[in-house]
């Protein structure tokens, strides 16, 4: 077994903490929409403009690809 430790691997409370929390927020997010989406009925066609959104993905600059220069 390796020494993690001995090598210098340290993966802190911090990092674990921050990362259930993470999971958490995103879980709870989820079952918001959904709670949403089924109270008004279900389906896109159901929902009122304003829930519509506008045409989805996500905003320039956050698609994962390095800004141009």
């Known amino acids: 077994m390796i020494d993690m430790l001995a090598n210098g691997v340290v993966e802190p409370l911090r990092v674990k ?4 929390n ?13 709670d949403v ?12 403009p304003e829930m519509m ?3 989805g993905g996500m905003p320039p600059g956050m698609g994962g690809m ?3 220069m």
């Open 17 to 20: 903490t921050q990362a259930i």
């Open 22 to 34: 993470s999971a958490t927020e995103s879980a709870v997010m989820i079952l918001r929409i959904d």
């Open 37 to 48: 989406i089924a109270s008004v009925g279900g389906g896109p066609g159901d929902m009122p």
């Open 53 to 55: 959104g506008g045409g």
């Open 66 to 68: 390095p800004p141009m």
